[in-house]
T-cell receptor, first 115, second 115 residues
């Protein structure tokens, strides 16, 4: 079964600085997708960024980018120019493109942004 | 567009009581998911619907949990009887289809406390 591991329960960053959140996953499949979701105190999970496994180019969305290392099964999220509104729980998720493709989430990383 | 609606937002019950949660997905989304998020963990899939049919309920504790999606739109998740370990946030999500690359849209969840 696929598993997702986030080894950093908590991280903090100074406003305007850069922070990287780590994620590793375990799978024997070749066709899958990886996601980073943000969960603020409102509890609503919001998609931050998505990466297709067959694409070598790292996905970017404004201040958010990923470092996708397929061979190492690593998928880290970099947040540049951190803002107070970035403070939240961040979840890494894996989803197979085959049948029974439920989205598997890591345990999350709580990000604190210091003014 | 309107998001995924869930109610109630909070619910407190005593063990052995029953409870029901309601979800209205984004219009046109054929796939609906119920997730359980225990404090300090990532969401875990309970059940996935495609229109009004069940695609995956392998992690649903069927002796006490039930879910339905009549007419392929709204869905309800019921727990009867509740146990202390059912205390969690119950998240509903929807997507256009069940393909792996599809973005999931989440509601704000129902926080259940079982005393």
């Amino acid at each position: 079964a696929q598993t997702v591991t986030q080894s950093q329960p908590e991280m903090s960053v100074q406003e305007a600085e850069t922070v990287t959140l780590s994620c590793t996953y375990d799978t024997s499949e070749s066709d899958y997708y990886l996601f980073w979701y943000k969960q603020p105190p409102s509890r609503q999970m919001i998609l931050v960024i998505r990466q297709e496994a067959y694409k070598q180019q790292n996905a970017t969305e404004n201040r958010f980018s990923v470092n996708f290392q397929k061979a190492a099964k690593s998928f880290s999220l970099k947040i540049s120019d951190s803002q107070l509104g970035d403070a939240a729980m961040y979840f890494c998720a894996y989803r197979s493109n085959y049948n029974n493709n439920d989205m598997r989430f890591g345990a999350g990383t709580r990000l604190t942004v210091k003014p | 567009e309107a998001g995924v609606a869930q109610s109630p937002r909070y619910k407190i019950i005593e063990k052995r009581q029953s409870v029901a949660f309601w979800c209205n997905p984004i219009s046109g989304h054929a796939t609906l998911y119920w997730y359980q998020q225990i404090l300090g963990q990532g969401p875990k899939l309970l059940i996935q619907f495609q229109n009004n049919g069940v695609v995956d309920d392998s992690q649903l504790p069927k002796d006490r949990f039930s879910a339905e999606r009549l007419k392929g739109v709204d869905s309800t998740l019921k727990i009867q009887p509740a146990k202390l370990e059912d205390s969690a946030v119950y998240l509903c999500a929807s997507s256009l289809n069940p393909q792996g690359r599809e973005k999931l849209f989440f509601g704000s969840g129902t926080q259940l406390s079982v005393l």
